[in-house]
């Protein structure tokens, strides 16, 4: 299952698609509660069976840490978004506060 399901996904997030990398952690928690609900469901069987010991599904690993890669390349590209935007933003902070505060200034206490 991992190897069909899970290393597919991996390998699509290195798109720069934020909508399909959003659907790829949405397809991760899916299939990490599935595994999970598996192993209940087989863990309800075996007990039925005098048989005991845990069950785990060794995929369930795999899709949390592609759900959590998953996570990373989202905060990624927000993070690259607003780097781009800060950049783009040539805006002289200083020059308008310096204006402001000079016309303030000028005209004196309780003058506009």
Known sequence: MSERICQPLVERLSSGNPGQIVQILANCEYFEKACHGFEVQLMAQRMTALTVGPIKIAAADRFITARKAAEERIFELIRSKIDDLTETAEYDWWVRCVTT?????????GRP
């Open 101 to 109: 505060r000079t016309s303030t200034d000028a005209a004196g206490p």
